[in-house]
């Protein structure tokens, strides 16, 4: 799923490619995107959507149907307010109910926060 280009740079058998926008009002939800495929079938979420990406989560209802999930996440720096975290924490339970966290690395255009001391 990308909305930033019209069809992928290499066509693959294996692979099947939708153009979309996900988020925002006019945004698609992933659940109903996932309705197009057929039941059984599997991928990988890769999400890079600007600041979007805890509306389009939220609304996830389960992400076992992704092998792997791949995501840009913004405004971490927010995480000490208890809004914003309480979305996060959701997205973490929603995640943890079929998935491990395996690597995170941290953008350094920047700079950094302290929390906590």
Sequence with gaps: MDNSIDT???DHKN???KRATLGGKDGVLIDDLLKSFDLTSQGVLKLDIEGSEYET???VESF????T???ELHNLHKIV???FWDIFKNILVKFSQNHSVVFLA???CCGFSI???
Excluded: A, V, Y
């Excluded at 076992?64 to 092998?67: E, I, N, Y």
């Design 8 to 10: 992928p740079p290499k």
């Design 15 to 17: 692979l099947t490619f």
């Design 57 to 59: 989560l939220s609304e």
């Design 64 to 67: 076992q149907r992704f092998t």
């Design 69 to 71: 999930i791949i995501l």
């Design 81 to 83: 307010d208890d809004h």
């Design 106 to 108: 941290p953008n350094n």
């Design 115 to 117: 929390i906590g001391g």
